[in-house]
């Protein structure tokens, strides 16, 4: 509004004001009039404060002229890349492995990390640096470093390198908590797929709790399931939700030509945050072991078929299945005799009825914790007390 047309409604008012007219709900009026005419000029600069800096739905981003003509939806998509694709980084690896001349030859491979802390540690995927003799970190603006191991954890494919930053600068991924997901929430993956650094795909979870086994032949448990597209050197790299936060780590796709099929998993960052202390404090993951090498599942429980020798459980009293040597005119004939061999049925009294059951009843402990097990021996029912030692790690 012009500062003439400002001044005639002004005029206009007061003159209202002071006629007989201008009485009761006029004279209000005109004073309303009068006082919305004043305050315009300030409240024409509050809005054109206001029409600069709108917060967009994550916060992430102050100016609204940057994301001028963006829907919601991109806008988080902005957001979430601007916040994070700086914490990402890019993994080279070089090996050696045996050709089949018997010559030594050199391999390479990549995959994806993520900054976990500002000292330099970096988390990715066991299977992204297992054998690799050397490590290469790509930051997002180019810079590299050297890269040693700190520490993995095979049973859950987690790793953690060290860089040594020479001061500069590093942006640490914020964690989130992935036991709250939920099926059709947003995610985000960032990683260097095909070798195409600082790439994000995005998608939804499609579900959660899944298993899917690790290089050690366990399972691991409470994986999430997305849509969003992952290829070859995803792996290691973080997975987002519409906040900027890590709520896991992209593991594996299931595929069978090898590329995205639409079904992607990653390791929750439930898991990540409670291994990567144990890995960069010690190395390795100290998990309880109750001495129990293999087993067999029955419909009773699990029938006991190797123990580890002077173990937990065979210093407990656990009985094994038997080795039995027959000699023969051709050698020694070796059989095992199931038949004295326990079979166990409970622990602290939760069923166990299958090799996951036993791992993730153990693993919820902590070495030097005792636990009850309950053992079927032929018609009788034992309960032996057990104590956890420290597990050997896998090498």
């Given amino acids: 509004m012009s500062s003439s047309w400002r001044s005639f409604l002004i005029g206009w008012s007061l003159i209202a004001w002071n006629s007989a007219a201008g009485a009761g709900l006029s004279r209000r009026s005109s004073l309303w009039l009068i006082l919305l005419l004043a305050l315009a000029p300030s409240m024409a600069v509050a809005q054109d404060l206001s029409s600069r800096f709108i917060p967009v739905v994550t916060g992430f981003v102050d100016n609204e002229d940057e994301l001028a003509g963006l829907t919601p939806e991109e806008r988080v998509n902005v957001s979430v890349y601007e916040k994070c694709h700086r914490s990402v980084v890019h993994i080279e690896t070089r090996g050696d492995s045996d050709s089949f001349l018997g010559r030594v030859v050199s391999s390479e491979g990549s995959g994806s990390g993520s900054v976990w802390d500002t000292r330099g540690h970096i988390l990715t995927n066991y299977h992204v640096i297992k054998g690799a003799k050397q490590l290469l970190v790509t930051m997002h603006d180019g810079k590299q470093y050297d890269a040693v191991l700190v520490g993995n954890d095979i049973a859950n494919d987690i790793a953690v390198l060290k860089i040594d930053p020479n001061g500069d600068e590093l942006w640490p991924v914020t964690p989130g908590r992935s036991e709250r997901l939920r099926v059709g929430q947003r995610v985000f993956a960032l990683g260097s797929p095909l070798g195409l650094e600082q790439t994000m795909t995005s998608g939804i979870v499609s579900s959660v709790n899944r298993t899917i086994p690790s290089l050690s032949k366990r399972m691991m448990k409470s994986i999430i399931q997305i849509d969003a597209a992952l290829n070859r050197g995803n792996s290691g790299g973080p997975l987002m939700n519409s906040r900027g936060e890590l709520i896991g780590m992209n593991t594996a796709i299931a595929s069978q030509v090898g ?12 898991t990540i945050v409670r291994i990567v202390p144990q890995l960069i404090q010690f190395g390795k993951v100290r998990r309880p072991s109750i001495g129990i090498e293999s087993i067999a599942e029955t419909s009773k429980g699990l029938l006991i078929v190797t123990l580890e020798p002077d173990g937990p459980a065979e210093l407990a009293g656990v009985r094994g299945a038997k080795i039995v040597r027959r000699r023969t ?6 059989r095992r005799d199931y038949s004295t061999a326990d079979i166990l049925s409970e622990i602290d009294g939760q069923p166990i009825r299958s090799a996951d059951d036993l791992l993730s009843t153990v693993e919820s402990r902590q070495a030097g914790d005792s636990v ?13 007390p057990i104590r956890l030692i420290e597990e050997t790690p896998l090498r």
């Fill in 372 to 384: 009850l097990v309950t053992l079927l021996r032929g018609t009788e029912t034992i309960r032996l």
């Fill in 329 to 334: 005119v051709l050698g020694d004939l070796i």
């Fill in 259 to 270: 590329e995205n099929s639409g079904i992607g998993f990653a390791i929750p960052s439930a």
